[in-house]
């Protein structure tokens, strides 16, 4: 299975910005869409900004339009998610994945069915807070 590391999480005042970086141990995924999720605590995890490679097409939720950028550097296996304007409402742990199969964007990022046993990564904690 794919492998994660989540690396760039911390504590920031509301309106300060943060680059998430997610190093994969799989750096070829096709038709297959890479994204970020995040879990707020007591909640479900939910997609945040997912991309499909082959192209280029992206989905981002719609609280985090015109403030979250997601982007991959494909030669070193990492994805990013670079997030300016952060509110109190971002406070989550963050997570990278890759689908275990083709799909577009937007269902990676809203209604994907991932397997039971799917290999999410640690994460990285993200506080904004004055």
């Known amino acids: 299975q794919v492998k994660f590391v989540e690396s760039g999480g911390g504590l920031v005042q509301p309106g300060g910005s943060l680059l998430l970086s997610c190093v994969q141990s799989?750096?070829?995924?096709?038709?297959?869409?890479i994204g970020w999720f995040r879990q707020a605590p007591g909640t479900g995890r939910r997609g945040v900004a997912c991309f499909r490679p082959d192209d280029k097409s992206t989905y981002l939720r719609d609280a985090v339009k015109g403030r979250f950028t997601i982007s991959r550097d494909a030669a070193k296996g990492t994805l990013y998610l670079q997030m300016n304007y952060l509110q109190p409402e971002d406070t989550a742990t963050y997570y990278c994945?890759?689908?275990?199969?083709?799909?577009?964007?937007?269902?990676?990022?809203?209604?994907?069915?991932?397997?039971?046993?799917?290999?999410w990564g640690q994460g990285t904690r993200v506080t904004v807070s004055a």
């Open positions: 799989e750096k070829t995924w096709g038709s297959r869409p």
């Open positions: 994945a890759v689908a275990p199969h083709g799909a577009s964007p937007g269902v990676f990022c809203t209604n994907y069915p991932f397997p039971e046993d799917y290999n």
